[in-house]
């Protein structure tokens, strides 16, 4: 029973924040360490190449997320309205089933409208997780390129 209690007492204390800050501390110091091992010349080569990146990942996701965003929302509107038209003209000659059919397009649209938020949501968060991750990684260079020039 004790052995059970310490397994569910670490499940839920995995999502708590301390646990999370102690799991955080410890990856900040593996990568520190690397770094700090680095030489100046590859350290700057390193941070040079990362803020390329994570410049280039901004800049682009900036212009090309909103592109997207602003894009696909108008294309999954015209795709939408242009499905709701086509369920209304088949209830206007067909007369029959109407509300079956009106409720199913209903459902059917608003489920691929649904599909198309959420994949475009999905991209937008990985990307801002990786721009979340290279900018980390450029604080802790600068980090150990200011305490290593002091």
Same mark, same amino acid.
């Given at each position: 029973?004790? /052995?059970?209690n310490n397994w569910l007492r670490k499940c839920v204390m995995y999502y708590s924040l301390? *646990?999370?800050?102690?799991?955080?501390?410890?990856?900040? *110091?593996?990568?520190?360490?690397?770094?700090?091992?680095? #030489?100046? %010349?590859?350290?700057?080569?390193?941070?040079?190449?990362?803020?390329?990146?994570?410049?280039?990942?901004?800049?682009? #996701?900036?212009?090309?997320?909103?592109?997207?965003?602003?894009?696909?929302?108008?294309?999954?509107?015209?795709?939408?309205? #242009?499905?709701? *038209?086509?369920?209304?003209?088949?209830?206007?000659?067909?007369?029959?089933?109407?509300?079956?059919i009106m409720y199913l397009g209903f459902i059917l649209s608003l489920i691929i409208f649904?599909?198309?938020?959420?994949?475009?949501?999905?991209?937008?968060? #990985?990307?801002?997780?990786?721009? %979340?991750?290279? %900018? /980390?990684?450029?604080?802790?260079?600068?980090?150990?390129?200011?305490?290593?020039?002091?």
């Open positions: 029973m004790r /052995r059970n301390s *646990e999370r800050e102690k799991r955080e501390f410890v990856c900040y *110091e593996k990568e520190r360490k690397l770094f700090a091992k680095l #030489s100046k %010349h590859e350290l700057s080569a390193r941070y040079v190449n990362t803020k390329a990146r994570y410049e280039y990942k901004k800049n682009l #996701s900036s212009l090309v997320l909103v592109t997207i965003l602003v894009s696909g929302l108008i294309n999954v509107w015209d795709i939408f309205r #242009s499905f709701t *038209e086509n369920i209304l003209q088949t209830v206007a000659v067909e007369q029959t089933y109407t509300e079956d649904a599909f198309a938020a959420i994949l475009i949501l999905i991209l937008l968060v #990985s990307n801002l997780k990786s721009l %979340h991750f290279l %900018h /980390r990684s450029l604080l802790l260079m600068e980090e150990v390129r200011n305490s290593a020039n002091n």
